[in-house]
């Protein structure tokens, strides 16, 4: 999850804009633990164990690993009325957002 960490170190810009990260992750939350305390509060890892809001979010690898499941690394702008302004959503697991493309989109839908 080291894009998370792309993502935390580019806390103070989002704070700018007035946008908060969270991550969801379908492991539980007992795994999710350290990375959370190593992000501290720059974002905020939601567990989802049993894969349902990765589900909705359509995030699941479409080619998961034999042995088991998979989640594609999704970003999504929901503005503050729930309205979701805009999603990256990677062909697969290893492809990640770049940060300067969510910064750069969300100036200039604000």
């Known amino acids: 999850m080291r894009e998370l960490g792309r ?6 810009e989002f704070d700018r804009l007035g946008v908060t990260v969270y991550a969801i992750a ?3 939350p007992a795994d999710l633990a350290e ?3 190593e992000l501290g509060e720059a974002v905020t890892l ?4 049993g894969g349902q809001a990765v589900s909705s979010f359509n995030m699941m690898d479409p080619k998961p690993f034999p042995a088991r499941t ?3 690394a999704g970003t999504f702008w929901i ?3 729930g309205v979701l302004r805009e ?3 990677p062909r697969n697991y290893r492809e990640r957002p770049d940060p300067d493309e ?3 989109k969300i100036r200039s839908g604000l």
């Not at 993502?7 to 103070?12: C, D, F, N, Q, Y």
């Not at 939601?46 to 164990?49: E, K, N, S």
């Open 35 to 37: 990375l959370q305390e």
């Open 87 to 89: 999603r990256w959503l």
């Open 102 to 104: 969510i910064l750069g």
């Open 79 to 81: 503005d503050r009325d």
């Open 70 to 72: 998979q989640a594609r």
């Open 46 to 49: 939601l567990a989802d164990p």
């Open 26 to 28: 379908i492991d539980d």
């Open 7 to 12: 993502l935390a170190e580019r806390k103070g």
